[in-house]
């Protein structure tokens, strides 16, 4: 199938497991030194989908990112992009796909429209050809009003939707978002969400990485959970969620000190292991139906165990990381150095 064929349809495709992945990857590998940045990750990206790896910093994802996008070197392991090798056909692999990374990598002292052109021109679009895409594609972003100032007077979302568009110059049929809405405003992220989904709706694939468990939640088809490298978790928001229980009793204790005798009365009474939540004093109890939260209540009233809050409520992908991993996805003070090459 020529690169034309796999550019956009049109409407957002139907999922179909038979066809062809856009992504397949097998044990990839990456090592820094003696430190393993990514660990035998296997990916599974299914045409016309928003897959999310979702992981705290330092987690690997955009080391993973880069090794798919010919930007660094496949140690071990295997990668396809429609079927084509990354590691045998890099050049190609280029072709296939649009990436856009954490930082806009757009020139300030141009103005959007001219760093459009110039993205256009770098690739081998001829001149006009490079203009009528830019015009274009200003009008599908909004900054249209904005074409002609310099990126120095530009919003942190403008740069972001700008270095969005730029990735889109020559129309591939997959995108690479790395932490897309980092540093972004709720407004704005809301905004960009549109957008991806808009760029989905139009026939692309979309691969985006986030440590926000709020935007894989809403935006992901499927999300690969990876942490310390290792991919611990892989399926649909809602298989996660129900993988941790059909409801979660959320405990906030009085006295941060009975943390452990509470933790003794649900493991007596429910049979599991609560997770403790970094907020001190906080319980998560997963619960296989809802009114199994009567018993543990009266359980830890009987012990004399007092409670300041609680509240039953489904299962959130915080939880879901929580359980998987035993920490929160902003990897408290971790500074891998893999994330930042």
């Not at 070197?73 to 990354?86: L, N, P, Q, S």
């Not at 692999?93 to 993205?119: C, H, K, M, P």
């Not at 991806?196 to 026939?203: E, Q």
């Not at 709020?214 to 996660?240: M, N």
Request: glycine share 10%; net charge negative; aromatic share 4%.
């Amino acid at each position: 199938m020529s690169i034309a064929e796999l550019g956009r349809t049109g409407g957002r495709p139907a999922l179909d497991d038979d066809a062809e992945p856009a992504v397949r990857a097998y044990g990839l590998v990456k090592t820094f030194g003696e430190h393993r940045a990514v660990d035998g990750i296997d990916l599974h990206v299914r045409r016309g989908e928003i897959f999310g790896v979702l992981g705290p910093n330092g987690a690997g994802k955009t080391t993973t990112l880069k090794m798919l996008a010919t930007l660094l070197k496949i140690d071990a392991g295997r990668a396809e992009i429609f079927g084509v090798d990354v590691a045998g056909n890099p050049h190609v692999i280029r072709q296939l796909v649009g990436v856009t990374g954490q930082y806009a990598s757009v020139d300030e002292n141009l103005t959007a429209r001219e760093n459009l052109w110039l993205f256009g021109r770098l690739q081998g679009i001829a001149g006009a050809r490079a203009r009528h895409i830019a015009t274009e594609l200003l009008g599908q972003f909004g900054l249209e009003a904005a074409a002609d100032k310099p990126i120095a007077q530009f919003s942190g979302g403008m740069r972001r939707r700008l270095d969005l568009a730029a990735s889109l110059i020559t129309r591939p049929p997959l995108i690479f978002l790395d932490e897309p809405t980092t540093g972004l405003d709720p407004r704005t992220r809301g905004q960009m969400w549109d957008t991806i989904r808009g760029l989905v709706a139009d026939g692309c694939t979309v691969l985006l990485t986030t440590q926000y468990l709020d935007e894989a939640d809403q935006l992901a088809d499927r999300v690969a959970v990876i942490d310390h490298g290792r991919k611990v978790a892989e399926g649909t928001p809602d298989e996660l969620k129900t993988a941790v229980g059909d409801s979660t009793l959320q405990l906030l204790l009085a006295d941060p000190d009975e943390v452990p005798a509470a933790v003794e009365i649900v493991r007596r009474v429910l049979g599991s292991e609560p997770v403790l939540s970094p907020e001190h004093g906080r319980l998560n109890v997963a619960l296989d139906q809802a009114d199994l939260a009567a018993d543990v209540l009266i359980a830890l009233r009987t012990a004399g165990v007092s409670i300041s809050s609680v509240s039953v409520a489904k299962p959130s992908l915080d939880e879901v990381f929580l359980a998987l991993t035993g920490h929160e996805t902003d990897g408290g003070n971790r500074n891998d150095t893999e994330e930042s090459r």
